[in-house]
């Protein structure tokens, strides 16, 4: 779709554990219910989604590998918690930075993943990046994939 | 660029210790390990007359999603967040745009999956605050201090997203004030900027 679009950059995380949760609890129960031990417990997300629902509630998030185990003891240590709960690993973060978010980054980015038949976990945008979810050991397929549509400064690794 | 959102970036690219270049890959994950009586921020952002399309997307629909959002964006319309998550069903994907927008975006996904064919799931009216604040990608307990604040007022949103430095909440329309008001309560304001709008800024 035309020309590559800019990026200032571009950026992949090192191996973490996707955490899906979905209940049909009263609303905003099931946010609490999963945030406070794990703030308690003092483990970092490095990406939340929550969505409340009138029917159903969904938490998703992804933290470090380091954290895997702990987060499964919490999750296992509340029945309601654990009949909804997926725990999926090693998943990546890939992070572009577009000078401005678009729908169109968006969607080219979607298309670019798709293309490479690699699976989205999840995505999300933020004031300055745009945040894919993919298995971990498909990352540099995904960065090589991003290439073809977007522009990323430096010509080594080291730049990008 | 903006000072801002060059801040921004820096943050969340984590070049707080001087590089110049951030590495692909990072192999380091950042933690940050303090906590503040009150949490810093630098201020909430404000953002209403807004709508929220959910669409359920499985994974062979997800380029043609992309193609409408491609389309969307060269009609110009402009995005104010997106978040998706997995469900058994595939992703569940969200977009939120002003609502002057809502007629453009129902045309547009109608046109590129035929009537009824867009697995949108629902359409909201809502508004989005957002704030940042120092090492909040880094930190334990900032999303459960936000939800907390809300479900203190009352107010349920409709999503909480966290990434990076940003934490985003998605209200129902019109408790966008409500909720700034909530959030302040827990979280330190500036004290340049609570002097001149509350800490508040809106877009």
């Known amino acids: ?160 | 660029m903006q000072p801002l959102k060059a801040a921004l970036i820096s943050l969340e690219k984590g070049l707080l210790d001087g590089n110049t270049k951030p590495p692909l890959v990072n192999d380091l994950e950042t933690t940050a390990a303090y906590w503040e009586a009150r949490i810093k921020t630098y201020g909430f952002h404000r953002a209403p007359d807004l709508c929220l399309f959910e669409l359920a997307v499985d994974s062979l629909m997800i380029p043609l999603f992309g193609r409408a959002l491609c389309l969307m964006g060269e009609e110009g319309v402009p995005l104010v967040l997106t978040f998706s998550s997995v469900t058994p069903e595939g992703l569940a994907a969200c977009f939120v745009v002003p609502r002057l927008f809502e007629g453009r975006v129902r045309d547009r996904l109608q046109k590129e999956f035929g009537p009824g064919g867009d697995g949108t799931r629902r359409v909201l009216a809502v508004d989005v605050v957002f704030f940042y604040g120092p090492h909040f990608g880094d930190r334990f307990g900032i999303a459960e201090a936000a939800v907390k604040a809300l479900a203190g007022s009352a107010i349920r949103a409709v999503a909480t997203i966290c990434s990076g430095s940003c934490v985003y909440i998605v209200l129902p329309e019109g408790r966008s004030e409500e909720a700034v008001r909530a959030l302040s309560e827990t979280f330190e304001i500036p004290k340049a900027s609570s002097q001149k709008a509350h800490g508040v800024k809106q877009l």
């Open chain 1, 1 to 160: 779709m035309g020309e590559k679009i800019p990026m200032e950059g571009v950026n992949v995380s090192p191996k973490m554990v996707r955490v899906s949760v979905s209940h049909s609890s009263p609303e905003g129960d099931l946010t609490v219910g999963f945030l406070h031990p794990l703030a308690q417990d003092r483990i970092n997300m490095k990406l939340l989604i929550t969505e409340e629902g009138k029917e159903e509630s969904r938490v998703f998030c992804c933290l470090a590998g380091a954290d895997g185990t702990r987060t499964r003891g919490l999750i296992d240590s509340n029945p309601d918690l654990a009949k909804g709960a997926e725990v999926h690993e090693p998943v990546g973060l890939i992070s572009i930075f577009p000078l401005r978010s678009s729908l169109k980054t968006v969607g080219l980015a979607l298309i670019a993943l798709a293309e490479a038949r690699i699976p989205v976990h999840g995505f999300c945008s933020s004031l300055s990046a745009l945040t894919f979810v993919i298995d971990h050991d498909r990352l540099q397929e995904a960065l090589a994939a991003f290439e073809g549509c977007f522009d990323f400064p430096g010509e080594g690794p080291a730049g990008r």
